[in-house]
């Protein structure tokens, strides 16, 4: 056979590479628009802060080297420009000769990715505006930082955020622009707030539910905002999101689906079986909720390349659905996301619990400990977990991992207790916070405990009885408390029992919400028969209010 494949990077390498293993008689070309083959473009905003200095180090294969080790063609600068399925060929323009040619093919691979969204702002084809998509993208956000001193990033996805961090890191003044009215639209508020507290605490000013209405050209760069305000900047980088590159599909009369993905089936072909796509231009289906989607991640793209190839080769195999599994560095801080967050729950009407568990990323004893929380979305019929979210400053990639794989495998909340995880000291605690999660959740399940979350605590009836039950040492660690709070420190619950009325709602809370279940669970059995429980404890009023630059310093 001769497989054509239009696109490199994760998508059409992985195909390419896998095919190969699987075949060694066809002849396999890809064609790559840009002047890479196979790059890192995940570490683009490290190279652009210098965290990543030599620019070799994300080139993965060139075409030389694709030739020698896979005997694989590798066309850089060759733009494909039209697929004739009637002929099955393709037109090439040869962007370096200026010509172009026409190329048969038995099977065609579209790996076209997706490329970031421009807005026809005034202004916006300005020299000191990027956006990051490839090295030769990198390269000029360098060169310009190299005599910079501020910069504005439009957009507070991932790329955004990873772009922020690594131009302050670079000794840059930056701001963010986000239309929405949080960062990282893919977590939810409250995991989001963190994010952006964590921003301004690191001297990166946050412009939310502003847009950027126009650029003007001066001196320094003018970033006029919705609000009316005006960045005086010497660089902006464009990082507004991503759509797929359906161009070519279209035009050949491929189905497109309704988010502007290509459209595939489980085996990866496109409405032509001939031809088959992956990557950040398809749509596949969203593993909980069943639900269309695009999920623009390398390492989807790489499964989807692997597969592709297997199904070109003969090998019968399903791509079947996608969690979207993603992880974040930002500054000193991490948050992983996988499955469905609770804001996706709602606009689907999947019916859904949660729980809030705050504790370590590894025994509190050994030191280094730092802190972590995790969210845990999961089904009331049968606590199928449906997603999660994690943050802190250590441990969220092997916590969010692991919740990754229990959804994987339709597992529930119940059997996140039976995980048997390592352990020790420096590494975890005998009860992994992935299990406490479980815990949590099961206790919720039973109806051993009736949770109100951070963000209720406001609606509740106005006589309801507000009883901390932390102890003075407790306060030290996460001061703070509730309006019309009365304290009992847990350990004086049962011999001051008389002190807490019988005919009002009782809400218990505590620091992180594993003693106020132990003060419910004993005042629900001696006879109380409303109460409530603060999900999280009063950690999770705190991560849920915005970053307070005054209160900070006076507190220092």
Not at 141 to 164: C, D, F, P, T, W
Not at 425 to 454: C, H, Q, R
């Amino acid at each position: 056979m001769k497989i054509l494949i239009i696109g490199g990077v994760a998508g059409g390498a992985s195909t390419a590479a896998r095919l190969r293993r699987l075949d060694e008689k066809s002849e396999i070309i890809i064609f790559e628009r840009g002047k890479n083959i196979s790059f890192a473009n995940c570490g683009i905003p490290y190279y652009c802060g210098d965290v990543i200095q030599d620019r070799s180090a994300l080139e993965l294969l060139t075409p030389q080297k694709i030739q020698e080790i896979l005997n694989i063609q590798a066309k850089t600068e060759s733009e494909v420009i039209k697929i004739n399925r009637e002929k099955k060929t393709i037109l090439v323009k040869d962007l370096k000769a200026d010509n172009v040619y026409e190329e048969s093919y038995d099977r065609l691979v579209l790996s076209p990715g997706a490329k970031p969204v421009v807005p026809p702002i005034p202004g916006i084809e300005n020299s000191r505006i990027f956006t990051v998509r490839n090295l030769e993208n990198a390269e000029a956000i360098k060169s310009r930082v190299k005599n910079a001193r501020e910069a504005v990033v439009i957009g507070a996805g991932y790329i955004g955020l990873e772009i922020a961090e690594n131009l302050a890191h670079y000794g840059l003044k930056v701001s963010i622009v986000e239309k929405s009215d949080q960062v990282l639209n893919n977590a939810d508020p409250e995991i989001a707030l963190q994010l952006e507290n964590h921003l301004q605490e690191k001297g990166v000013e946050v412009y939310l539910e502003n847009g950027a209405e126009s650029f003007e050209d001066g001196e320094k760069l003018a970033v006029k905002l919705d609000s009316g305000k005006i960045l005086h900047t010497d660089l902006a980088v464009l990082a507004i999101g991503v759509k797929p590159e359906n161009n070519l599909a279209f035009d050949a009369g491929l189905e497109i689906g309704k988010n502007g993905g290509i459209r595939v089936n489980e085996y990866l072909q496109t409405s032509d079986p001939d031809i088959y796509a992956v990557g950040d231009a398809i749509e596949v289906k969203d593993m909980v909720s069943g639900y269309q989607t695009q999920i623009p991640l390398a390492g989807p793209a790489s499964k989807q390349g692997r597969i592709a190839a297997a199904n070109i080769a003969g090998i019968q195999k399903k791509y079947e659905t996608t969690l979207g599994t993603a992880i974040l560095k930002l500054f000193d801080l991490t948050a992983g996301i996988t499955g469905n967050n609770e804001k996706q729950l709602k606009q689907r009407h999947i019916p859904y619990l949660k729980t809030y568990v705050h504790d370590f990323c590894h025994a509190n004893y050994y030191p280094g400990a730092a802190p972590l929380s995790i969210k845990l979305l999961f089904s009331p019929e049968d606590g199928k977990i449906l997603g999660a979210q994690v943050i802190g400053k250590k441990g969220v990639d092997k916590r969010i991992d692991v919740l990754a794989t229990a959804i994987k495998f339709n597992k529930t909340a119940a059997d996140l207790i039976d995980l048997e995880l390592s352990y020790a000291p420096p590494y975890g605690s005998a009860k992994d916070p992935v299990n406490i999660a479980g815990m949590s959740a099961e206790n919720i399940l039973n109806n051993f405990i009736t949770p109100v979350y951070w963000d209720e605590v406001q609606n509740l009836p106005k006589n309801t009885f507000i009883l901390d039950v932390r102890a003075d040492e407790d306060l030290k660690k996460v001061p703070g408390s509730l309006d019309g709070t009365y304290r009992i420190p847990l350990e004086e619950i049962r011999s001051r029992v008389n002190e807490i009325p019988t005919d009002r709602k009782i809400l218990v809370y505590c620091a992180k919400g594993l003693k106020s279940y132990f003060a419910s669970r004993a005042l629900i059995q001696l006879g109380f028969k409303d109460v409530i429980s603060l999900n999280g404890g009063y950690m999770s009023i705190k991560h849920g209010r915005r970053y307070n630059k005054k209160e900070v310093l006076q507190s220092q």
